[in-house]
């Protein structure tokens, strides 16, 4: 196996050489490892420089970078663990390169791993679906779990029928289907934390490109348990207009469109309650200047949309409202300054550069796009 030095944050490894002329270079090589992914990556160091758990495990390691950059940028012990022996040989190579006294590695099916010991820290990061490993993963996280997933079609309903079975929630396409994927992720994995009287407190949550990604809180106890339950619910949309509510409660009640009296569809059930912790991301601002990372400006971007964000769920691509009503759209801030003047909140979001998120009511926002009076 050709072996090539990479660099990301001020972490020096080795990965597999790749094919760079293919349509996806990381499937050409016997170990994954995705460039696009350091975007990932890097959101995770920062955010573990923050948190700071006992110990943290990186669960399907590959190339064992995210594990590598862990315990050497924020000196945290850090076990890598990979199910493929020249994955597992990769990572051990890494870990004497790099010098680290504070890894373990292990070569083992993750819900073996997990099923049997406990990690203050979980990080699931598969290949697609993170499904089938949630279980294991609530089970074995002490204080935080870490989830991505990038089968993104499923979860956002281009895939509707694999997002059912996989993720037991109904998606639908839409235009906020970016959000509802993330919301439909983050839902999946709360309702397999409750059976165990285990809630999740969102802490840092978002989708991007090709993947989502939640970084959560533990919370062990009935009480925590029912908290986060009361966040569980659906979007009802309208089939014919852009009209949305939110619906809390494990089961959808019938309701109709107070515009066009059509029966609405329920999304869901999915997480309609917070995405960040305020707090947490007011220091990660402030750490980001301190802190080298290759993508610091983009993360710097997000963490700044997520933490203004309202945290309603769903948000409206006004250029989208703009052509329905055959206008053509404002700025973004003339939006905003229009939907603020009629004494309701509105935001941008970090899903789409032409999204809003506003708490006003339909026919408000429609005349804030078409700027009447």
């Excluded at 009802?236 to 009209?243: D, Y």
């Excluded at 004494?343 to 708490?359: E, I, S």
Aim: charged content about 20%; overall charge neutral.
């Amino acid at each position: 196996m050709e072996l090539i030095e990479a660099i990301e944050g001020r972490t020096r490894f080795f990965i597999p050489g790749q094919d760079e002329n293919s349509a996806f270079p990381p499937g050409t090589a016997p170990v994954f490892y995705n460039r696009r992914m350091e975007f990932n990556r890097d959101a995770t160091v920062l955010l573990l420089q923050v948190i700071r758990p006992d110990h943290y495990i990186d669960t399907m390691g590959a190339t064992g970078v995210r594990g590598l950059r862990i315990a050497h940028e924020c000196e945290i012990p850090v076990t890598i663990n990979d199910r493929d022996e020249c994955a597992v040989n990769l990572i051990r190579k890494n870990v004497l390169h790099t010098g680290l006294n504070n890894v373990t590695v292990t070569k083992s099916d993750v819900n073996v791993l997990l099923s049997g010991q406990r990690f203050d820290a979980v990080d699931l990061d598969p290949f697609g679906t993170p499904a089938p490993f949630i279980d294991s993963a609530i089970r074995s996280a002490r204080r935080f779990l870490m989830v991505t997933a990038t089968d993104t079609a499923p979860l956002c309903g281009a895939h509707k029928k694999a997002g059912i079975r996989r993720y037991f929630s109904q998606p639908l396409n839409n235009e906020y289907h970016s959000e509802t994927g993330l919301r439909t992720l983050l839902g999946f994995v709360v309702r397999e934390a409750l059976k165990y009287d285990i809630g999740l407190i969102p802490q840092f949550c978002f989708a991007h490109e090709h993947f989502v990604r939640l970084h959560l809180q533990v919370r062990r106890g009935a009480p925590a348990a029912e908290r986060t339950l009361s966040s569980i619910g659906y979007i009802l949309q309208c089939p014919k207009c852009p009209s949305r509510s939110e619906q809390h409660g494990l089961l959808p009640r019938a309701e109709v469109c107070e515009y066009c009296h059509t029966p609405l569809i329920p999304i869901g059930p999915l997480w309609l309650g917070a995405l960040q912790s305020e707090t947490l991301l007011d220091t990660m601002v402030e750490m980001i200047e301190q802190f080298p990372l290759g993508t610091s400006r983009q993360l710097a971007t997000l963490l700044t949309l997520c933490r203004n964000e309202l945290s309603v769920a769903g948000f409206y691509d006004y250029h989208q409202l703009a052509r329905r009503e055959k206008r053509s759209p404002p700025s973004m801030e003339d939006l905003l300054d229009r939907i603020h003047a009629l004494d309701f909140p509105a935001t941008r979001c970090h899903y789409l550069g032409t999204g809003v998120k506003t708490t006003a009511p339909l026919p408000m926002l429609l005349q804030a796009v078409k700027g009447d009076p």
